[in-house]
Each structure stands twice: as structure tokens, then as C-alpha cells.
């Protein structure tokens, strides 16, 4: 999972209360294990724990093993904001290419953002954090319904 800078700054404010970047993933991966998954529709997706909610935008990605990732990113010398969402999560501020020595051989989906300096490898289709809000009433009610209207209602 990506961040917006918004998305961020409210993450900030609201759970991990740090700026450093593994305080801020750590806080987010802990909202996430108790949080449920609902999808709005084929590109929005939003998990809340009936009090916040993470809204989240799917991102265009590829699928490539740990080798063609290797020549996407050969020319980078650039520090990017590199994340690894597998089994374990890797969050670091670095270069690709030393990023890339962390993770493990395997196919995985790849997305890279050049003019944002970020990228984004892992087993899980990647998701863009657009906003940490408080939750609406329809997220709070929300029983397994697998489709709300992005206002908040059932």
C-alpha cells in the first residue's frame, strides 16, 4: 500500500502520532488487521474499524518476477520510498536497486511511480491511500454488504 501525502499527514494525526516512516506503516498495519475490507466498487475500496476509515484507490500494476523487476529499475540511482508487501512488510527510504536485495525471489506485483519516487512490490495487488477519515454512518452499520454508495449509505 502507497500514501498520498494527505493520507499520510492524517494517519499522522490520527494513529501513529510519529513521522518516521516505519512508525507510520507500523500503525497502518495494525488499523489493518482489525479493520474490514469493503469494496465500494472495481476501483475504490475502503477498510474501517466502525470508528476510521482508510479509503483506498486501486493502482495500474504488472506482475513480474524478482529478475524483469531487476531491468525496470536498473537506471534508478534516485532514493525512492521502496515497499514490500509480502510476508513480511518492508518500508524503506533507498534506492531500488538496494531495496531489491531485501526481497525475496518470486513473482510479485510491481508499480513504480517516477515523478513521485515511489515504488511498490508485493504479493497483493497494489492500493493508493487516499484518505484516514472518521468512519460514515454506512461504514459503522456495515454487516458484510459487499457494495455501499460511496455517500455512506446501504
Do not use: Q
Not at 536497486?97 to 497483493?124: A, C, Q, R
Amino acid at each position: 500500500m502507497l500514501l498520498t501525502n494527505h493520507a499520510r499527514e492524517r494517519i499522522i494525526k490520527r494513529l501513529s502520532k510519529s513521522r518516521r516512516l516505519e512508525k507510520i506503516y507500523s500503525a497502518l498495519l495494525d488499523f489493518l488487521k482489525e479493520a474490514e475490507k469493503i469494496e465500494v466498487n472495481d476501483k475504490i475500496v475502503i477498510f474501517t474499524d466502525k470508528r476510521k476509515s482508510l479509503v483506498c484507490s486501486r493502482l495500474e500494476c504488472k506482475r513480474f518476477n524478482k529478475s524483469e523487476i531487476i531491468n525496470e529499475i536498473k537506471n534508478i540511482g534516485e532514493t525512492y520510498e521502496c515497499v514490500f508487501w509480502g510476508d513480511k512488510k518492508i518500508v524503506k527510504r533507498t534506492t531500488p536497486k538496494k531495496f531489491l536485495n531485501e526481497i525475496p525471489d518470486g513473482e510479485f506485483y510491481f508499480y513504480i511511480n517516477k515523478d513521485k519516487k515511489v515504488m511498490y512490490i508485493g504479493k497483493d495487488e497494489p492500493l493508493l491511500a487516499i484518505t484516514f477519515r472518521p468512519a460514515k454512518r454506512g461504514e459503522r452499520d456495515y454487516v458484510g454488504i459487499t457494495n455501499i454508495s460511496p455517500n455512506g449509505s446501504s
